[in-house]
């Protein structure tokens, strides 16, 4: 036992260092919810208790994104619920500096990061944005719920006034704290409800789930410099990068590193997931697997 815990020890040093002289190539970062847990923003346990206990007793919601798809009664509810949601995952600070570690790595690379996470973590920390593409699209945003035409909407002003109507405090900082004098409100005014200001139908979250989801402009643009970059990059010296991406959505940047990597001698792939580092035999001789937490992996590489 304690001989292959050292094996582990070494492979992950070993691994940790091909990893940080790889990261003077060219890089393409692929980010999924595993670096953001890492960073603290975790949707169950403490974290989810704090701010949505009134609906785990009402509701029997083990965690944050089970009551995300509860169909409930009215907007004033629904919307109560998804304003905490938002807040705490888009508005406030992550608890761990985990994204500024990642930016400090790359910020003098030429890189592109494709994320699937929508909680502008990256955003916050300083990236430029035009070298990031959010796919999925962003808690920040908006949009009809038809939808009736291609545009987002920022929606910081209106989830902080949702969040105030229920009692919650918000800090200087930017923090929500829960009322210190009885429960919050389990719903918002009426007139706080959020509507399509074309159509009138309500308005939703700008998260893909379905066909209804709005690519608007800058989604676009976003789309075509990751494109962009890929070309430029397609048979040069160039490290694929994918920290804390699961098997959820594998099609958007698992399989299509792998893939890139396979077709560039070049190339080279790297993954950082805790429990979940792994790389197909076709590219094994090129790969980088680390199993272990992100931020703690990312401060090492510092």
Same mark, same amino acid.
């Given at each position: 036992m304690l001989k292959e815990r050292l094996f582990q020890n070494q492979r992950?040093?070993?691994?940790? +260092? +091909?990893?940080?002289?790889?990261? @003077?190539?060219?890089?393409? #970062?692929? #980010?999924? /919810?595993?670096?953001?847990?890492?960073? !603290?923003?975790?949707?169950?346990?403490?974290? =989810?208790? $704090?701010?949505?206990?009134? =609906?785990m007793d009402k509701y029997g =919601?083990?965690?944050?994104?089970?009551?995300g798809f509860y169909p409930f009664d009215t907007l004033e509810e629904h919307w109560a619920y998804w304003s905490r949601y938002i807040y705490i995952n888009r508005y406030q600070d992550a608890p761990r500096p985990v994204y500024d570690r990642l930016l400090s790595l790359i910020r003098d690379k030429d890189y592109f990061v494709l994320t699937t996470n929508v909680d502008h973590c990256f955003? $916050? /920390? %300083?990236?430029?944005? *035009?070298?990031?593409?959010?796919?999925q699209g962003d808690y920040g945003l908006f949009q009809c719920s038809g939808p009736c035409h291609d545009k987002t909407y920022d929606n910081e002003t209106m989830v902080r006034e949702m969040a105030l109507s229920q009692g919650f405090q918000i800090a200087e900082d930017g923090t929500m704290n829960v009322p210190e004098n009885g429960g919050p409100a389990m719903r918002i005014p009426s007139g706080l409800v959020p509507v399509c200001p074309l159509c009138g139908k309500p308005m939703t979250m700008n998260? +893909?789930?379905? @066909?209804? =989801? #709005?690519?608007?402009? !800058?989604? *676009? /643009? /976003?789309?075509? +410099?990751?494109? %962009?970059f890929l070309r430029r990059h397609r048979c040069g010296r160039v490290l694929y990068l994918e920290?804390?991406?699961? !098997?959820?959505?594998?099609?958007?940047? $698992?399989?299509p590193f792998w893939q890139m990597t396979y077709e560039n001698p070049k190339a080279v792939y790297a993954c950082v997931n805790l429990g979940e580092a792994a790389a197909p035999e076709e590219i094994k001789d090129r790969s980088i697997c680390i199993d272990g937490d992100i931020g703690e992996v990312l401060k090492q590489l510092i």
């Open positions: 992950y040093e070993e691994e940790t +260092r +091909r990893l940080g002289r790889a990261l @003077d190539e060219a890089v393409v #970062v692929g #980010v999924g /919810a595993g670096l953001s847990a890492s960073a !603290g923003f975790t949707y169950s346990g403490g974290r =989810f208790r $704090k701010y949505f206990q009134d =609906f =919601f083990s965690n944050m994104y089970s009551g955003q $916050k /920390a %300083g990236i430029d944005r *035009h070298r990031l593409f959010y796919t998260l +893909r789930a379905d @066909d209804t =989801f #709005v690519e608007d402009e !800058g989604w *676009h /643009a /976003a789309a075509e +410099r990751y494109q %962009g920290l804390g991406v699961g !098997g959820n959505t594998p099609g958007i940047i $698992k399989y």
